[in-house]
């Protein structure tokens, strides 16, 4: 009788679960579709509809050239753009939320957040360009693990306890580089950059960027996918995860 209402259980809960994941779906592409209506330029759905088919299938073209330029090269680098970069921090933020027990916790907690603002206005004030600025932000967030890594492995009784206080240092150092770095660059061209560039403007957004972001975006989301069931046993409590070996 356990095991009956184990398996019905179950099985209702993953029934549940996959009726969110169609409504959510459904939900993302209402969005998706209504973003490239939305703009100072606007373009009725059933046009962004028609332009889509029109890519794939010869149909009759009812739509301005205009309309079809602000489509594919304007809304539709920044969307897919917008989409891979929700669903990255989607899947951090799921990790970092398993990983230590806490709904709460996000990339800010190790500090990575800041390191990558830090490293991105400090690419802003040297002139590096955009890959460079890629690379310093990617660069200062990684060191902003290591550093809180090495810094919460002295806490032997405690090692999650260090994580967290070594990256509220980490955060807290790096924003207050940030802010100084905003304070000593130019208020006509520098600052506003920074300022766009850590409130996370898309506006910039080209279709060659996407060649860029999709690998950097798939390896750091593949091995996680990989790794998901390794990943789901260190969410559970140490008896737990014994009992399951």
Request: positive net charge.
């Amino acid at each position: 009788m356990m095991k009956n209402k184990r398996r019905t259980s179950s099985s209702g809960g993953s029934v549940k679960y996959r009726r969110r994941v169609f409504v959510l779906l459904i939900l993302f592409l209402i969005c998706f579709f209504v973003s490239f209506a939305i703009g100072l330029y606007g373009v009725p759905v059933p046009e962004v509809i028609k332009i889509f088919i029109s890519k794939i299938l010869p149909i009759e073209h009812t739509w301005d050239s205009s309309m079809e330029i602000v489509v594919m090269n304007v809304r539709f680098p920044r969307i897919i753009a917008a989409g891979l970069i929700g669903g990255a921090l989607a899947v951090s933020g799921g990790v970092y939320q398993g990983m230590f027990k806490n709904p709460m916790v996000s990339p800010d907690v190790l500090g990575t957040s800041a390191g990558a603002g830090f490293g991105a206005a400090l690419g802003i004030l040297m002139g590096v360009g955009y890959a460079g600025i890629s690379l310093l932000s990617f660069g200062f967030g990684l060191l902003a693990v290591v550093i809180v890594c090495v810094i919460s492995s002295k806490y032997k009784n405690n090692m999650a306890m260090g994580l967290i206080l070594a990256g509220i240092m980490m955060g807290s150092l790096f924003s207050a580089g940030t802010s100084f770095l905003k304070l000593v660059a130019d208020p006509t061209d520098q600052l506003p950059a920074i300022t766009y560039w850590l409130m996370g403007s898309l506006a910039s957004i080209r279709k060659e960027d996407l060649m860029l972001l999709v690998p950097v975006i798939l390896l750091g989301m593949v091995p996680l996918f990989l790794l998901r069931w390794r990943l789901n046993v260190a969410t559970l409590a140490d008896e737990e995860a014994m009992a399951l070996g």
